[in-house]
């Protein structure tokens, strides 16, 4: 199947700095990417959809001057957290679907982990 | 927002089969259900999905009500490493598509 990588596999950060995450869909073209934060025991919540492209587009409640996310190629899209809190501190997936195929199901990066102090 | 209702967790004896279910009783016609699971600390894994007939693939298949209104996953002989979170969501399924999770159910499979 379709490969998405993310990179860093985790990160640890100092409270006030910014973070850059990036996912790459490794042997396919996305026209549109996703990224979802998940916190210990709870489920994925989708944070924004990412297009190639043009603006991001951001679910109710997620700051988009906070969460910058760009999406330059149809193989890379990043996500910057800005002035990273403790409270930022999450478990970072982004996920894609081939362009231009008849595919329907997402693939799914291995996630970053970022660590505020 | 997510529209599906799955148990919160099941156990599984190994090599028994697993049967997932999930409700989805306000499923539109052009949506179609999914389910992927995730292993603790890893990216979602895509098993299976359908919109009205039954499917099967080398993972698992899947069974969906003739009103559509509920769906099971079945895992046919669980082993110890389908222990994991399985979500079950409905969507229209298109590249530019939101998935919304819900809580999904914890699946242990006991030796």
């Known amino acids: 199947g379709a490969v998405v990588s993310q990179h860093p596999s985790w990160v640890i950060c100092k409270s006030g700095t910014s973070v850059k995450i990036e996912c790459r869909s490794l042997?396919?073209?996305?026209?549109?990417m996703f990224w979802y934060r998940q916190f210990p025991k709870q489920s994925l919540m989708l944070m924004a959809t990412?297009?190639?492209?043009?603006?991001?587009?951001?679910e109710q409640g997620v700051e988009k001057d906070k969460f910058l996310i760009n999406h330059a190629s149809l193989t890379l899209s990043t996500l910057t957290v800005t002035s990273a809190h403790p409270e930022d501190s999450s478990f970072y997936i982004c996920s894609a679907s081939p362009y231009g195929t008849t595919y329907n199901e997402q693939f799914f990066g291995p996630g970053t982990r970022l660590t505020v102090l | 927002d997510a529209k599906t209702t799955q148990p919160t967790s099941m156990d599984c004896a190994e090599g028994r089969a697993a049967n997932l279910p999930c409700n989805h009783s306000t499923i539109s016609g052009n949506e179609y259900v999914y389910w992927y699971r995730q292993i603790h600390s890893q990216g979602p894994q895509y098993i299976i999905h359908?919109?009205?007939n039954n499917e099967t693939n080398e993972m698992a298949s899947l069974i969906i009500t003739e009103d559509r209104k509920s769906s099971t996953l079945i895992l046919p002989h669980a082993t110890l490493r389908d222990t994991a979170v399985y979500y079950c969501i409905v969507r229209v399924a298109s590249t530019g598509n939101q998935f919304y999770f819900g809580t999904g159910t914890s699946l242990t499979v006991i030796p």
């Open positions: 359908g919109l009205k």
């Open positions: 042997d396919f073209q996305a026209t549109t």
């Open positions: 990412s297009n190639e492209g043009s603006k991001a587009t951001y």
